[in-house]
């Protein structure tokens, strides 16, 4: 079956912009997670999300937030971009919350802000 | 709060040579340990893990044995291929919760 689909892949933005990344999960998972990867930060856990509700929040200022659908497809929106941004933002899917079930990861989004 | 340390990089080795990864955590309760592998471009794949004290995790000839006195999980392999060159993460998640804490990342190169 599908793995978790990122798209896109990868984007360029300038500061000050915004941006929406998209997560598909696996078929029938109904959990997502996202975290952001950087050199500097390394994986820094962002938001988890089941059933349409944010169950847990990562250490991130306001600007970033997320959504999920009904179907389970989620996104995240970052606002007022700014450089320390450019990360990979990688998210993960499971069949239920909590800790029952394995993480499987995308490939991520890789943003890049100039 | 709960944390993940992990050995520094790079790690260089030889075709069959062996393998450790040092790996320790502070928790307040007793969490899952697992191991991710990332290859280049590539998203994390869960390598191994282990739920509770003694538990051993092993996948394609790794092992990591969950070791509660000394609050470590360290990563073997007896024989390393070319193909094990990655970035290896060191991660815990606490019970009831899917947050995954990582560690900073180990690159290991491994040269025919």
């Known amino acids: 079956k599908a793995g978790v689909t990122q798209t896109p892949r990868y984007l360029i933005k300038t500061r000050g912009q915004q941006v929406t990344l998209s997560c598909s999960p696996i078929?029938?998972?109904?959990?997502v997670s996202w975290y952001q990867q950087t050199p500097g930060q390394g994986l820094q856990f962002l938001f988890e999300?089941?059933?349409?509700?944010?169950?847990n929040k990562g250490n991130f200022p306001g600007r970033f937030s997320g959504r999920q659908f009904s179907n389970s497809r989620s996104e995240m929106n970052v606002s007022t971009l700014e450089l320390g941004d450019s990360a990979l933002y990688l998210c993960?899917?499971?069949?239920?919350?909590?800790?029952?079930?394995?993480?499987?990861f995308g490939e991520g989004s890789r943003l890049t802000v100039l | 709060g709960n944390s993940v340390t992990q050995m520094e990089g790079p790690v260089t080795l030889s075709e069959e040579a062996f393998l450790t990864i040092n790996c320790t955590y502070t928790a307040t309760g007793y969490p899952s340990l697992f191991w991710y592998v990332q290859y280049p471009g590539e998203g994390l794949q869960l390598l191994l893990k282990a739920t509770k004290a003694d538990d051993k995790g092993s996948n394609k000839g790794f092992e990591a044995t969950y070791r509660k006195e000394t609050t470590s999980f360290h990563l073997e392999k007896g024989s390393v291929q070319v193909s094990d060159s990655a970035v290896y993460f060191c991660?815990?998640?606490?019970?009831?919760?899917?947050?995954?804490?990582f560690g900073t990342g180990t690159r290991l190169l491994v040269s025919p």
């Open positions: 078929s029938g998972h109904r959990s």
């Open positions: 991660a815990l998640r606490m019970t009831g919760f899917q947050k995954l804490v």
């Open positions: 993960a899917s499971s069949l239920e919350a909590g800790n029952t079930g394995e993480l499987f």
């Open positions: 999300y089941f059933s349409e509700t944010q169950r």
